[in-house]
């Protein structure tokens, strides 16, 4: 499998614009996530979801920003309008579930993540 | 509200040497993982501890877990150059959601 896959890799955008970042995950991992990371406040947890469904959207700043995943193999994070204080590196991560005889858990893999620069 | 601390939040060392990072959290939680991070890319799964007393070792590098203590250690033994990097631990609450929450990271620094 490839990892997961984000794109774009980068992307500057003008303040008030739409943003739109992609994602897609590992086939057969049933959970999503998506992290922000800012020298500032480190990697903070946006909103996650299992199979496919939102659920927890408590780390989502604003209204300004939505989060979808349309299917089990796509996921998209909107930023409309994008300020300049949005500026940061997007990770995109999936996991799958596992039980273990020392326990049960899931184990995370990140993507490559987007940065954005909103000027 | 899950806190994850790590310290140090920078460490310069020698080759060669031996040294200890530290995390702890504050609530309770058997599932604790090590992630690194080169800089500008992406972060990579180190390790998975899923129970008191887990230790798991790769290489140069060794974690361990005491849920008692809400404490997980990594150890670097012998370091060299190619172990500098970001490093987070990161921590799943046992109260039944996946949200995993990051320690601040630690800065290793290995000079030659």
């Known amino acids: 499998d490839a990892g997961v896959i984000q794109s774009p890799r980068h992307e500057v955008t003008e303040m008030g614009q739409e943003v739109t970042l992609r994602c897609k995950p590992i086939?057969?991992?049933?959970?999503l996530f998506w992290y922000r990371q800012t020298m500032m406040r480190g990697l903070e947890l946006l909103i996650y979801?299992?199979?496919?469904?939102?659920?927890?959207d408590s780390g989502m700043p604003e209204d300004r920003f939505s989060a979808k995943m349309p299917n089990a193999s796509f996921s998209t994070l909107k930023i409309q309008p994008s300020e300049p204080r949005d500026s940061a590196v997007y990770f995109c991560?999936?996991?799958?579930?596992?039980?273990?005889?020392?326990?049960?858990?899931?184990?995370?893999?990140f993507g490559q993540g987007t940065r954005l620069t909103v000027v | 509200e899950l806190k994850v601390e790590q310290n140090p939040l920078f460490l310069s060392m020698q080759e060669g040497k031996n040294y200890t990072i530290y995390c702890n959290y504050s609530t309770t939680s058997d599932r604790l993982y090590w992630y690194r991070q080169d800089p500008g890319k992406s972060l990579e799964s180190l390790f998975v501890?899923?129970?008191?007393?887990a230790v798991k070792q790769e290489g140069r590098l060794m974690a361990s877990l005491d849920t008692k203590a809400r404490l997980s250690t990594l150890h670097i033994t012998a370091a060299v150059h190619d172990l500098s990097a970001t490093y987070f631990c990161?921590?799943?609450?046992?109260?039944?959601?996946?949200?995993?929450?990051f320690g601040t990271g630690t800065r290793l620094t290995i000079i030659p």
């Open positions: 979801f299992n199979n496919n469904v939102p659920i927890d």
């Open positions: 086939s057969g991992h049933d959970y």
């Open positions: 501890l899923l129970s008191n007393g």
């Open positions: 991560a999936s996991s799958f579930f596992f039980l273990m005889s020392q326990g049960a858990g899931t184990e995370a893999f």
């Open positions: 990161a921590v799943l609450s046992n109260f039944g959601n996946e949200k995993l929450t």
